[in-house]
């Protein structure tokens, strides 16, 4: 992994016969990599576009040279997307660009290209094959003219790693980077094999987690102990915090499509895309930027304008970037840091972020070591020390910029030694609000320093309660809490409220039947849950012990289920909804927890303080396709989560 974490820059580069359509059929203009599955085009009419691939302006030479002077260090292309149709030679299909007028190995043209520029050529692979015949599920529109009948998943997984093999052996990718794994006929165990036989030809080789089914979301993460990959793969959203621990890359588009759609004019600024890159190294991960080239074989102009202009800010400020590793601070006001850390000499990046304001006050709050030297990279200013506070001489410096870049100045700071900075400290706590009472722990990570609290509505000082192990907090109050170091303020002081709530009532005791009443309704291709909830009818059976699924539930359907949950006790329950595709629950009318939308199986979680007795439940659930799943936990204060048991159903 280590080329890759010294990279922090790719290129995704969607690119196939999707390409041809540029995104329109029939009166639609939406349409993108997805197109034949979106505008439900069949096999036979799709296949009329493979003998009108010839892309007579494809140059890999100008791909890699592009990608070169942006500052992109590797480059994924898209080998195979869903649609099954190969950018290479394969003996294993015809459904390959060398049957075609143009008969160009293009993942062999850019491989070359890439080498030849120093960039790391990566293959994108779907795992998922919308036109092979063993290939399953059948995409759910066209099961009545082309049926299921006689198809081998077996089989088909067989010719998939035959097709693998071919990648890795004739073109030796850097990174294997697999997706498509969602739909229910991928398992853990075809991911496990799959991974197996990756590491068996190109031990060096990197996988990313989407060879497995443990994925956890588009946010592209798992806490599965046996999940494989190597990288973990958030799309179109970078982490709030990043992930500390894990390797993972962020890869997003530069307008709303992956592939080319000429209808598509949401282009993203060159300022965004740039400050997305920093965002994303300051926080440890990886930025994979997507381009979706032209049927003809050129980027669109947009995409070209853009990655010149990123190239420019690069060539000024590539050496904060490339190499460096997360921020070590909590909070940065101005703007991003990045970090080349050494064991004798240290050098913290400073993004900042300013639109039209020349003089930026900097405070590197926490930092102890000494500070050697500090330079705007760039020859855009200079920066100077702070003026003292008090007795103490803070590491803050101002930032007097002459030439500010309209993307991000960046000030490089250089320290002895490796970064010592005290964090600020964390306040943890199942919740804000409370019945009883609330127990609150407070973690501070850096070592050699003093963390103290107060919740009587005065600052904390370095004489105040030490906080170095449970609080319990019996009333409303504002929890301050502050790290000291030699007997001077070292942190910022965190606040955090908790309040003392009353439950809310229970309803009479009218429900004397056990689990909840159950209704469905069938033909649903929603994207949200829709705010009126009719439609539905009564399911068979029409009850369901539990807030799960019945056998063999199907797709396009969505379930209500309705009734009364019994609390024990007055109390603050929290609770936890998971599912796939999306779901609600609501208690007492009011909305609990939101897990709505299309996403693979998802947790979300939301707290009600209850009065001992029932109260109104209502929990709906909905699957457009693919895989299903739907369970309710919940937990007490200081309890751990387990799932809601029928006793505590009734309807």
């Known amino acids: 992994m280590a080329w890759w974490r010294q990279a922090r820059f790719g290129m995704f580069i969607h690119w196939g016969l999707y390409s041809i359509p540029a995104g329109t059929w029939d009166d639609r203009t939406d349409h993108g990599e997805w197109i034949r599955d979106s505008a439900q085009i069949p096999v036979a009419t799709y296949e009329r576009f493979q003998p009108q691939w010839n892309p007579v302006k494809f140059d890999a030479e100008k791909w890699a040279t592009m990608a070169a002077k942006a500052g992109m260090k590797y480059l994924v292309l898209t080998s195979k997307h869903h649609d099954g149709f190969c950018l290479f030679d394969s003996k294993q299909t015809d459904w390959d660009v060398m049957n075609t007028p143009s ?3 293009v993942c062999k043209e850019l491989a070359a290209a890439c080498k030849r520029h120093g960039i790391a050529f990566c293959t994108y692979y779907s795992i998922m094959d919308w036109r092979h015949p063993d290939y399953l599920p059948r995409r759910p529109w066209e ?4 049926p299921e009948a006689g198809a081998d998943f077996a089989r088909f997984e067989r010719f998939l790693h035959a097709q693998v093999t071919e990648v890795i052996e004739q073109y030796h990718p850097a990174v294997m980077w697999f997706d498509g794994e969602w739909e229910n006929t991928w398992t853990h165990e075809r991911g496990v094999a799959l991974f197996d036989l990756c590491r068996r030809l190109a031990p060096g080789m990197i996988v990313n987690n989407r060879v497995d089914v443990h994925r956890g979301g588009m946010g592209g993460f798992s806490d599965a102990q046996e999940a494989k990959g190597d990288f973990a793969t958030p799309e179109q959203e970078i982490p709030a915090i990043g992930v500390p621990g894990v390797d993972w890359e962020s890869c997003m588009t530069m307008n709303r499509h992956w592939g080319w759609n000429a209808a598509d004019t949401d282009w993203k600024t060159s300022k965004e895309l740039v400050q997305n890159l920093i965002d994303i190294a300051g926080k440890g991960g990886n930025y994979l930027l997507n381009v979706g080239p032209r049927a003809d074989g050129t980027f669109p102009d947009q995409a070209v304008e853009r990655l010149r202009e ?25 703007g991003r840091c990045t970090v080349r850390a050494g064991d004798k000499v240290s050098t913290l990046y400073l993004h900042v972020f300013a639109d039209g304001d020349n003089v930026v006050p900097l405070p590197l709050p926490g930092l102890a070591n000494k500070v050697r030297s500090v330079r705007v990279l760039g020859g855009r200013g200079h920066c100077s020390p702070m003026p003292k506070s008090g007795e103490r001489e803070k590491p803050d410096y101002l930032l007097t910029m002459t030439r500010p870049d309209p993307i991000a100045t960046v000030v490089a700071v250089e320290i002895e030694g490796r970064p010592d900075v005290t964090r600020t400290p964390k306040v943890v706590a199942e919740s804000e609000l409370f019945v009883h009472h609330i127990d609150v722990k407070v973690e501070q990570p850096s070592p050699n320093v003093v963390t103290t609290f107060t919740v009587d509505g005065s600052a904390p000082i370095a004489s105040s309660p030490r906080a170095n192990s449970i609080i319990r907090i019996e009333d409303s109050c504002l929890l301050r809490t502050a790290s000291f170091r030699d007997g001077e303020l070292a942190t910022a002081v965190v ?13 009479e ?12 309704r069938d ?7 829709p705010d009126d909830r009719a439609g539905f009818a009564p399911a068979t059976p029409d009850t369901t012990a539990t807030v799960t699924l019945p056998k063999a539930i199907g797709e396009h359907v969505a379930l209500r289920m309705q009734g009364f949950l019994d609390a024990p006790d007055d109390d603050l329950y929290r609770f936890a909804l998971t599912s796939d595709d999306g779901s609600k629950l609501w208690i007492d009318g009011e909305l609990v927890v939101d897990n709505d939308g299309l996403h693979s199986t998802a947790e979300k979680r939301g707290e009600r303080a209850l009065g001992k007795g029932l109260h109104p439940i209502e929990v709906v659930w909905f699957n457009r396709t693919g895989d299903v799943a739907l369970s309710l936990g919940w937990a007490r204060a200081g309890a751990a989560f387990e799932p809601v048991p029928a006793a505590a159903l009734r309807h």
């Not at 005791?509 to 209704?519: D, E, M, S, Y």
């Open 103 to 105: 008969h160009r190995d």
């Open 143 to 146: 099961r009545a003219t082309r």
């Open 310 to 334: 990123i190239g420019r800010w690069m060539d000024e400020n590539g050496e904060s970037i490339h190499g460096t590793t997360a921020s070590v601070f909590d909070k940065t006001p101005w």
């Open 495 to 507: 606040v955090r409220p908790f309040r003392k709530v009353d439950p809310s009532p229970a309803v």
């Open 509 to 520: 005791p009218v429900a004397t039947r056990p689990g909840l009443h159950l209704l469905r």
């Open 523 to 529: 033909g649903v291709d929603w994207q949200t849950i």
